[in-house]
C-alpha cells in the first residue's frame, strides 16, 4: 500500500477498533464464539415405543424401559437431517403490494438418515414395515438351530401389503466434544424409503424419512418434538 493511500483512509479504518463500528465488545455481553460451533462427531438413532417413555434428558435409552428402546447402528457421515416445512398463505388487499397478513396453513416435521447396517433387524423392519416391536415374538427373529433348508442365523417374513400403521418413538444424539444435542419424537412413522441396492461396488445403505405426528410428551399430549441441548459450557452472558 502506498504512502499516500494509508494517509488517506479512514482513521476508522486505520485504529481497527470494533467499538468504533458499532460492535459490541466482547466484554460487556454475548459475541462471537467458536466454542458454540456444532459439528456432530458422532450421531446414534433409537427406536422404541410410541409415547412412552420419553427421556428427560440425556439418559442413556437403553434404560428408559417403557420405551424397550433399540439401536438402528452406525449412520452416515451426513447424519440426520430436521426439516421443517410450513406452507403458507398471503392475504393481499387493495391498495398495497404487500401482504397484509401471512397464515399458516400446513406444516410438518421430518428427519432424514442413512443407515448403514444393512443387516441390522430393526432397520430391515422400519424398511419393510414389519412391526419392530415386540422383538421376542418379531418375524425377524434369527434361528438358533439349522432347520431343513434354513439355516442358523436366519430369519424368512412376508413384507406386508398393505402394512399396518406403524408408529415409533425415536431417539436422535449427536456429540460434539462435550456438546451434545438430543431429538425426541414421541409419534413418528417411517414415510419415505430410498432404494435398497444390493451390490459390490459398496454397502447396501438403507435412507429412511421419519415424520412426526403430534404425541404424548409427559402432561403435553400435542407434542410433535422435543430438543435437549448440552452447551457444554456457561451460557451466563446470554441470558442476563
Given at each position: 500500500m502506498s504512502e499516500q493511500t494509508a494517509k488517506d483512509r479512514n482513521p476508522q479504518v486505520t485504529?481497527?477498533?470494533?467499538?468504533?463500528?458499532g460492535l459490541t465488545p466482547p466484554a460487556t455481553g454475548p459475541y462471537k464464539n467458536n466454542n458454540l460451533l456444532y459439528a456432530a462427531g458422532d450421531v446414534v438413532v433409537w427406536v422404541g415405543q410410541p409415547n412412552v417413555g420419553p427421556p428427560v434428558g440425556f439418559e442413556d435409552p437403553s434404560g428408559l424401559v417403557a420405551g424397550s428402546y433399540k439401536c438402528l447402528g452406525w449412520v452416515d457421515v451426513s447424519g440426520y437431517i430436521f426439516k421443517l416445512d410450513e406452507t403458507?398463505?398471503?392475504?393481499?388487499?387493495?391498495g398495497v403490494l404487500t401482504p397484509i397478513r401471512t397464515l399458516i396453513t400446513g406444516g410438518s416435521k421430518?428427519?432424514?438418515?442413512?443407515?448403514?447396517?444393512?443387516?441390522?433387524?430393526?432397520?430391515?423392519?422400519?424398511?419393510?414395515?414389519?412391526?419392530v416391536f415386540p422383538v421376542a415374538s418379531s418375524p425377524l427373529k434369527a434361528t438358533t438351530t439349522s432347520a431343513s433348508s434354513l439355516p442358523v442365523n436366519s430369519a424368512v417374513y412376508i413384507i406386508?401389503?398393505?402394512?399396518?400403521?406403524?408408529?415409533?418413538?425415536?431417539?436422535?444424539?449427536?456429540?460434539?466434544?462435550?456438546?451434545?444435542?438430543?431429538l425426541y419424537a414421541p409419534f413418528a412413522k417411517v414415510t419415505a424409503r430410498g432404494n435398497r441396492q444390493a451390490q459390490q461396488g459398496d454397502?447396501?445403505?438403507?435412507?429412511?424419512?421419519?415424520?412426526?405426528?403430534?404425541g404424548t410428551i409427559g402432561s403435553?399430549?400435542?407434542a410433535?418434538?422435543?430438543?435437549?441441548?448440552?452447551?457444554?459450557?456457561?451460557?451466563?452472558?446470554?441470558?442476563t
Open positions: 485504529a481497527d477498533d470494533p467499538a468504533l463500528f403458507t398463505k398471503d392475504v393481499p388487499a387493495a421430518t428427519v432424514q438418515a442413512t443407515f448403514l447396517e444393512g443387516m441390522n433387524p430393526y432397520v430391515l423392519a422400519l424398511y419393510d414395515d414389519v412391526p406386508p401389503d398393505p402394512p399396518a400403521d406403524n408408529r415409533y418413538g425415536l431417539i436422535f444424539d449427536s456429540i460434539d466434544g462435550t456438546k451434545q444435542e438430543r454397502i447396501v445403505t438403507t435412507d429412511l424419512t421419519f415424520t412426526f405426528y403430534p403435553n399430549t400435542a410433535v418434538a422435543q430438543r435437549a441441548v448440552n452447551y457444554g459450557q456457561a451460557m451466563t452472558t446470554y441470558f
